[in-house]
């Protein structure tokens, strides 16, 4: 499925009650929008296509827009001005939403909050059953499900979902909302506060999802995790988007992504800090093995200077840690039509 934002504004305000009034007179009144003094924008003249099969990252400071913007994407909420499409079909028909619904799984912060049922096996269940699956194919993705997340069916299927750990709880929050079969996976913020084992269990596990061919968009306040795993990266800014690009392009510019309260991946602010120090540093994009290894060559390469080079490294790693985010100011722009003439794709080519 293929993913279309197209022009997408929204607002919080009157959101809603334009959506009653129907799209024309959604559209009459969208001329004076921009006259609304209440007209506080969450998104702004967003175009982007999620292309299928691809993983897609969403940065951006808090309240930049990533929970508005993912709501889109299964017509949970509809768009103020422009429209969401899924192959070409509008969202806001209730025909496309309701079928889209079924082949977006959108998991929400802390998922396991959403837990409800008395056992795991019918909370897994509940979404099958609802799309009025008979109950041999509600069971084959009942089990299904919970072997992709790494659980036990036997073990824990007649179990409280309350009486497990957190992890678990997530695991199976998960389980309910693979067993739906989703084309596309929407992850908000997927492992906030998870240990750091689980985090990277689940990341590992996320990782897969996507190696088996799923779309995948996450949320996340990560630049390392987002590096690692992002086909391209989406970064918003009080509701436009800022930068769109693949994760070399999109960090490349560690200045700009500052000034939207944003940090680059630590060896990437690192290797920035190298280059600036002299050192000729090929890759793109780093992680911390392919920088060491890059590193280690070139002070090999220069042996005779091996320690004013390591005196040099470890400043500038000391700078790449200490790096901070900057607070970005917040302006409103009540204009439906024209909102961000100035701001929307900073660094060169960044707009899908
Ligand atoms: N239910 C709501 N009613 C009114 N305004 C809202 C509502 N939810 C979000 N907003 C506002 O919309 C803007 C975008 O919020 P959103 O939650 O989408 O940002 P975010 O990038 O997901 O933030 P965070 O990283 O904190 O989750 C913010 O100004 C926020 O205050």
Redesign the pocket.
Known sequence: MRLAFEAVS?S??GGDAAKKRGRKKQRERQADWGNAPDA????RDVSLTVEPGEFLGVA????????????HMNGLVHPTCGRVTADGADLAEKEVASRVRSQVGLVF?YPENQLFANTVYDDVAFGPRNMKLDEAEVDRRVREAMELVGLDLDAIGERSPFDLSGGQQRRVAFAGVLAMEPELLVL??PVAGLDPLSRADFLALIARFHARGMTVVM?S?SMEDLAALSDRILV?S??RVFALGTPAQVFADAASLKAVGLGAPAPQAFASSLRDAGFSLPRELYDETSLAVDLAAQLAASAPNADGAAAVAAEAAAEAESAGEAETA?TEDASCGAPNADASTRAGDRRG
């Open positions: 929204y919080y305000v506080l924008w969450a998104l951006g400071h808090t309240g930049s827009g990533k929970s508005t913007l993912i709501q912060q908000d913020e949320v306040h918003l009080e509701g917040s």
